[in-house]
């Protein structure tokens, strides 16, 4: 059913999947991709996990989809983390949802949101992060940040909001390649709340979000991590990293995936995923 509620004075849009019977059900908050909405990766995901038993809500990000927020198409991870309270509020006062119960499930950037957030958020019992993004600016040290910090003083003094492409086969794009417009480019990603588009200021998030401590600091909550053993836009050097700070309990299960974006929406590797993350949350939550 589509819901909605409120973060920081902005109307958010979900979609809550509850399965059939008698509940209260565990409940699960999801945050996905990168310039992504929910009836894309994460209402799939969500879709997946609700006939596994568990009450899930997949969300449009404020700026993303059909939740409110300006500019439309910006990234804004502290604005997300809260989101991703309001969603987990939200979700504790459902009938349907046993509160004591709900866990965050991320993929791809999602993956390190959802990381960070539940290891400040002692509501949330378990995480899972599945073809995880987990940023770290130690590993972009180097990057030349005057290009980015030049559009957004263009803006400070007035000038408009700029844009460029999300993803694009050749040129410039925020997700340059064959690999991310295989999903988004065509049918496999097509939704009419997507738009090919992102602020150039998000590029300057991406650089400098450090999602990857929340490691240092989920335990003891149980952490599952799920990843392609070839990934290259999400490295599995990446994943391995998060796994070795964090404290059990915590597992890692490896897909025989050869492409970032199998873990979108390909068979077997999404089913292999979510039996994965079914099972860990069946011992755990």
Not at 19 to 29: D, E, N, R, T
Not at 256 to 283: C, M, N, S, W
Request: proline share 7%; net charge negative; hydrophobic share 40%.
């Amino acid at each position: 059913m589509r819901v909605e509620f409120m973060a920081d004075g902005l109307t958010l849009a979900g979609d809550l999947r509850v399965p059939g019977g008698v509940g209260p059900w565990p409940g699960l908050v999801f945050t996905g991709p990168f310039t992504g909405v929910r009836d894309q990766v994460t209402g799939l995901y969500a879709a997946r996990l609700a006939e596994r038993g568990y009450a899930t809500l997949a969300f449009d990000h404020r700026n993303w989809g059909e939740s409110e927020g300006r500019p439309r198409h910006h990234e804004d991870p502290q604005g997300k983390l809260h989101d991703l309270r309001a969603a987990v509020s939200f979700l504790r006062a459902r009938a349907e949802v046993d509160r004591e119960r709900i866990g965050a499930v991320g993929i791809c950037l999602g993956a390190g949101y959802a990381l960070k957030f539940a290891a400040f958020d002692p509501r949330v019992k378990v995480f899972a992060g599945i073809a995880g993004a987990y940023n770290n600016p130690y590993a972009m040290r180097g990057a030349d940040l005057a290009p980015h910090l030049d559009v957004l003083e263009r803006q400070d003094l007035g000038g408009p909001v700029e844009y460029l492409p999300a993803v694009a086969e050749r040129g410039e794009a925020a997700m340059p390649g064959d690999e991310p417009y295989a999903y988004y480019g065509g049918e496999r990603g097509a939704s009419p709340h997507w738009a090919n588009e992102v602020t150039r200021g998000s590029v300057l998030e991406l650089l400098t979000m450090d999602n990857m401590m929340g490691s240092d600091f989920l335990s003891p909550k149980p952490a599952l991590i799920v990843h392609g053993v070839v990934d290259r836009f999400c490295t599995p050097e990446g994943a391995e990293e998060v796994f070795k700070r964090l404290d059990q309990p915590k597992k890692i299960v490896w897909v025989d995936a050869k492409q970032h974006i199998d873990l979108y929406d390909r068979e077997p590797y999404v089913t292999q995923a979510v039996t994965a993350t079914a099972d860990f949350l069946g011992e755990h939550l």
